[in-house]
């Protein structure tokens, strides 16, 4: 079972965790797993490194976000990074301050590495 970690940030607290993610037989991508790391952490496993595509449901018993508990994620259309959705009081990307309020909900997402 191919499986990788995946970076996302709580709006909320803006602090980071890691979703665990494992592929399934037809390519797609789910997340099984949530927990927080820190930035040096995230950095020295290279969890910022990955690269994947698929549209990341979730599977029954996947915990959401560490932080807020919310299992739904979005996208961040000018940083293309990963917060959680928890709802209307989500109001900008706490990766690069970029307002969210025309964000959707992700239905496939392509997840590249870059700076935290
Ligand atoms: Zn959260
Ligand atoms: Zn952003």
């Known amino acids: 079972m191919e499986a990788t970690v995946i970076l996302a940030r709580c709006p909320g607290t803006g602090e980071l965790y890691g979703m665990r993610t494992e592929r399934t037989p037809d390519g797609d991508w789910r997340r099984n797993w949530a927990f927080p790391v820190s ?3 995230a950095n020295a496993e290279g969890y910022d490194k990955t690269q994947i595509r698929g549209t990341l449901r979730c599977e029954a018993g996947y915990p959401g976000c560490p932080y807020c508990g919310a299992a739904n994620l979005v996208q ?3 940083c293309g990074r990963l917060s959680c959705w928890a ?3 989500t109001r900008s990307c706490p990766w690069c301050g970029a307002r969210m309020g025309d964000f959707q909900e992700v ?3 392509r997840v590249s590495g870059g700076d935290m």
Request: charged content about 40%; some cysteine.
């Open 39 to 41: 930035a040096r952490q």
């Open 87 to 89: 709802g209307r009081d």
């Open 76 to 78: 961040c259309g000018r």
């Open 107 to 109: 239905s496939e997402v």
